[in-house]
């Protein structure tokens, strides 16, 4: 992710990087930050808007040897349902799924001060993510994506 390249080592919060396509516009949006106490590898939330496609993805340290993931996003006050997420490209990109599934699930991050990962993984399960600052970061998110 290129938005997390010039990241310090002791910044958790959401960062936000877009790129341009031939034409006019934005052709792709990522938001991301990295797991609270993960270490020198850590895992990552990203939220994206690539090709005016909503996507949500929890990026692993580690490869999973799964297919599907059952996922739930909790904060103080707010739950999303528990839904499979699909592993993808060698095991370490984990998507909520694309355009209206992401949507729901991202909707229900906005005013989010933390985010907690519960799976069925050890691998995701416990996850923390350090939320202030996202909800006008998923606003650009939202412009971008139109919705």
């Not at 040897?65 to 839904?83: D, I, N």
């Amino acid at each position: 992710m290129a938005n997390e390249a010039a990241r310090a080592p002791d910044d958790l919060t959401f960062h936000i990087g877009s790129r341009t396509g031939d034409g006019a516009g934005v052709s792709a949006l990522v938001i991301s930050a990295p797991a609270i106490a993960s270490g020198n590898e850590p895992a990552y939330l990203a939220i994206s808007c690539i090709q005016a496609i909503s996507r949500l993805q929890l990026i692993a340290k580690r490869p999973i040897e799964a297919s599907w993931v059952k996922v739930r996003l909790t904060g103080q006050g707010w739950s999303t349902r528990e839904t499979p997420w699909q592993v993808m490209e060698n095991g370490q990109v984990i998507d909520a799924g694309r355009g209206l599934p992401a949507i729901e699930q991202i909707r229900k991050l906005i005013g989010a001060h933390r985010i907690e990962v519960l799976s069925e993984h050890s691998e995701l399960d416990g996850l923390i993510f350090d939320a202030q600052g996202l909800t006008p970061l998923i606003s650009q998110a939202r412009s971008t994506c139109r919705w």
